[in-house]
């Protein structure tokens, strides 16, 4: 029997809506969209998620289950209220220069809940596996362009392709260019002197890794092992908060 209390991917997909509902709380989003319907749909998840959590369902049973379905739903739900598929790109349409650097860590942690509520299927059909690193998406991307971080010689900022859509990761490793393919774990947003990264690029003894084979925005295949283990770390750090 698969002891479901202890799933890394449900224990991240519950801390993901709090990190949710603390972002939207926080009021950095501006403009007209249904903040009280958006909080009560990610809220409503909880019992869902409390369902499967101490239903010790098989994995496969699990994935298939109405609460799955049902937090699927209201995921969707949540991208409606927030104003619909192009959610993101309406706040910072809205957003005065001064605060987008704050708008940006908020819409990168709501990013993180909705792809971590709507790929929760998907990662649980995996099976039953206990490591930190389940929990979260691993993707191939591709490096579009590199600037230096404007308040540190150390860290550069990269915009990469995903396939589907781009996302900001900032990287300590200098030697990073335009058209290296890449693997990134999908962790929880961090925000480095005031410029958010959405995910941390896998590396294994000096550096990244730079010429992962594979469709960008699917998972990579053999990749080191000990390229996951700060991943590991960090997913064990943020559900520790």
Known sequence: MW?????YRLLIAQKSIDLFIKTVQ???????????????????????LHGLAYSYLEPKDLANSQEIAN?????????KYLGGDDWTHQFLNQTPKEEKEKVEESLAKTRFFIDTILGLKRRILFGPIVDPIIAIDIKIGEIMSVTKHPQTDTL???NVNLGKRAIKVVTNDLTVKDENKVAISMLPP????GITSEGM???AGEGILKDIDGELGSMPKGIPLESLNESRNLVENFLSK
């Open 71 to 79: 937090l699927e739903k209201k995921a969707n739900l949540v991208i």
């Open 26 to 48: 926080g009021g950095s989003f501006k403009g007209r969209w249904n903040k009280k319907m958006a909080l009560e749909s990610a809220d409503s998840m909880n019992p869902d």
């Open 190 to 193: 961090e925000t480095f002197m």
């Open 201 to 203: 690029f896998l590396g």
């Open 3 to 7: 002891d479901t209390t202890k799933d």
């Open 156 to 158: 550069m900022i990269c």
